[in-house]
């Protein structure tokens, strides 16, 4: 069933009473849907609507009393003469915990940080399996197995440096 005449004017005179376009689909019935509704309301250019009506206030809130400015009854005091400050006995200092090392193999997947070491220990199909877990410098992986990770590229000579190294092996 197609946008008749009738349906147009219904559809304009419910979204100008400002109701969804669920329940503009709901009135129309006959198939449209609220994507259908809100396609033709694109379509004919309808933007201004009303605003959504507010539901009630239901609490109730009192309204604080405002402090009012007080007004100088006195005349200003004398300055008051400022003691030499009396040292404070120094506080004991809470032991601070013992730092915790970074031991490879303690990370699993569900305890791995961003910034942790994320190579990996031992057999994916074990129950032991874990991660390095250490604190890792700019990459994924810690100083340690960074450097096994990221080998430096061997200098090549050319055709030259293969068939020397191929001399060796024949």
Request: with cysteine; glycine share 10%.
């Amino acid at each position: 069933m197609g946008w008749t005449e009738d349906r147009v004017g219904a559809l304009k005179k419910l979204w100008l009473e400002g109701q969804s376009a669920s329940q503009i689909a709901k009135q129309l019935g006959g198939g449209v849907t609220r994507n259908a509704v809100i396609g033709k309301v694109h379509r004919l250019g309808l933007s201004g609507r009303a605003a959504p009506s507010q539901p009630a206030r239901t609490t109730f809130r009192p309204t604080r009393p405002r402090p009012a400015a007080a007004a100088p009854t006195q005349a200003p005091s004398a300055p008051r003469r400022i003691e030499a400050a009396q040292p404070r006995p120094a506080a004991p200092v809470a032991p601070r915990p013992e730092p915790i090392p970074d031991l490879p193999g303690t990370a699993t997947v569900m305890t791995l940080g961003a910034h942790m070491c994320k190579w990996p220990i031992g057999d994916p199909s074990s129950a032991e399996f874990s991660f390095c877990g250490r604190r890792a410098s700019e990459g994924v992986y810690c100083v340690e197995h960074a450097r096994v990770a990221y080998q430096p590229a061997l200098k090549k000579n050319g055709a030259g440096e293969l068939a020397r190294s191929l001399r060796r092996y024949i």
